[in-house]
């Protein structure tokens, strides 16, 4: 069993949480808070974003042949 992901390094949940400020954007009255929480939502996915490369990258790195270390 590998170890768990923390959740600042897992894009579906940072996905989630954006689902999450944009619902509590459309229940909101006061403009203010309604442009924050859209606000948030967007640097969410952002960092999702980020993450998911990061992710890439990483695999990419492992499945390239290791050189000869001799």
Do not use: N, W
Not at 32 to 60: H, M, N, W
């Amino acid at each position: 069993m590998g170890t768990p992901t923390p959740l600042e390094e897992d894009p579906i949940h940072l996905r989630q949480r954006a689902r999450a400020a944009r619902f509590e954007a459309t229940r909101t009255a006061d403009p203010i808070t309604s442009e924050t929480l859209i606000a948030i939502a967007c640097a969410y996915d952002q960092l999702a974003d980020l993450v998911e490369a990061k992710i890439r990258t990483e695999s990419a790195e492992e499945q390239k042949p290791q050189a000869d270390e001799s």
